[in-house]
């Protein structure tokens, strides 16, 4: 019955059935022990209302329809206590299609709507758009057979996040991603040629079957990461010194120096913030980028607390929707210090350790300006990012090691939870 629309159309798509599931459980990672609220009461839903649960998601996703509009076939199917599977196909009874685009934001609004306005689950809020893309299936399934902790997405974002902070102009920026072994492919302009509009990155060992590099683009590693929102956040570098700080007293003299530029940062988010919210962004992109070198000079390539803390401060940092803001004098500043530090090299020793650890209590306490941002802006999700990168900070800061959750690694990469708009061939 469902299928009788699509066989009596005209050339009827390929793929035509949607698949969608409505969970009634506290949301998370696959793995994940999630307590029950008291909240949670999904065992004592009855079918009645979870059918009418279904029509009014349904209804405001756009598959189910008014009674006298003829619209989709669709069906809800309840063998579980706290969920339901949706089955549509996207031949109407009128016989055209209806492709339900951009379905997956609506799908994700109804879902917490519904949550709560029936009390189903603890509050979560919604989707920010400020996650990195995870990596598919087939790229963990593939490092994991080919031993790798990280998939090749992983690492290059992590080496890209680290040329970006280091870099003042793209010309630097190319240089240090082939200095660190990258491959580097550029986008040029098909009216001219001589003008780059993009970037692609390859790992030398990550291959395809016929031995090609996996290229991927900027905008495939994170929202941020395309070449004309990264030439905004450099803009005209600021000069540096011409010998890099490398004696004791000039590394003690440039953490000091950064300290204190993260600190004036702090405080003009915390004076400024509502009054003008794009320097308040700028200078957290920033300071984002100082947390990176950081780790980069004191970690090196070892995947440590630093590295777990900048991955997580990038996430509460970015901006929504991959949007940039351009340059301020506070961020200029920053990301100023975020250059030299990184120009500084390895640490080693403990003779700049004190100055190392008094500049991460520094980042700490930026962290913590930066939740009470993000949780003013009820940016729910970045706020948590940001209160989990401070406390890392902190105890890095006071000596210990951190009991953070383990990094995405090509074993323990979690996927969505819920799954919704996906299109599937018949019989699949």
């Not at 920026?173 to 491959?183: C, S």
């Not at 009216?191 to 900027?218: C, H, K, M, W």
């Not at 320097?279 to 980028?289: F, K, L, P, T």
């Not at 403990?350 to 306490?365: E, G, N, Q, T």
Request: aromatic share 4%; with cysteine.
């Amino acid at each position: 019955m469902l299928e009788q629309p699509v066989h009596a159309s005209y050339r009827p798509p390929t793929k035509f059935v949607w698949h969608g599931q409505h969970a009634a459980r506290a949301f998370g990672q696959p793995g994940d022990e999630i307590p029950r609220s008291p909240e949670d009461r999904h065992r004592s839903v009855s079918d009645t209302t979870w059918a009418s649960m279904a029509v009014q998601m349904l209804t405001e996703v756009g598959v189910a329809t008014a009674a006298n509009d003829p619209g989709l076939r669709w069906i809800a199917m309840r063998h579980a206590d706290d969920h339901v599977h949706i089955v549509a196909t996207l031949v109407r009874e009128d016989g055209r299609t209806d492709w339900l685009r951009n379905d997956y934001p609506r799908c994700v609004k109804a879902t917490y709507e519904m949550a709560r306005r029936y009390n189903l689950h603890r509050r979560v809020p919604p989707a920010d758009r400020t996650a990195h893309r995870r990596p598919h299936p087939a790229e963990v399934s593939k490092a994991r057979r080919a031993g790798r902790s990280q998939t090749p997405r992983d690492e290059l974002r992590r080496r890209v996040r680290t040329a970006v902070a280091a870099a003042g102009s793209q010309e630097e920026f190319f240089d240090r991603l082939r200095k660190a072994g990258i491959l580097v492919r550029l986008r040029h302009s098909s009216t001219d040629p001589r003008q780059i509009t993009g970037y692609a990155v390859a790992l030398p060992e990550a291959r395809t079957a016929d031995g090609n590099p996996v290229y991927f683009s900027g905008g495939r590693l994170a929202p941020d990461m395309t070449l004309p929102k990264l030439r905004l956040r450099w803009c005209t570098p600021t000069p540096l010194p011409t010998a890099p700080p490398v004696s004791r007293t000039e590394r003690i003299a440039t953490m000091r120096q950064a300290a204190k530029v993260v600190a004036s940062a702090a405080d003009d988010i915390r004076r400024d913030a509502h009054a003008a919210p794009r320097r308040a962004q700028a200078a957290a992109v920033a300071a984002a980028d100082l947390v990176t070198s950081l780790a980069a000079t004191v970690e090196g390539d070892h995947r440590g607390p630093l590295h777990r803390a900048a991955e997580t401060f990038d996430r509460a940092a970015r901006d929504l929707y991959g949007r940039v803001q351009k340059h301020t004098g506070r961020s200029q500043q920053v990301r100023a210090m975020s250059r030299l530090v990184a120009l500084m090299g390895r640490i080693a020793g403990d003779d700049d350790a004190l100055a190392v650890l008094a500049l991460v209590m520094d980042l700490a306490l930026f962290a913590d300006t930066l939740e009470q941002l993000r949780s003013a802006q009820q940016r729910l999700h970045q706020a948590e990012a940001a209160r989990a990168a401070g406390d890392v900070l902190r105890l890095v800061a006071g000596g210990r090691q951190p009991a953070v959750t383990p990094p995405l690694t090509a074993t323990s990469t979690p996927a969505p939870t819920v799954g919704v708009g996906r299109r599937t061939a018949r019989g699949r």
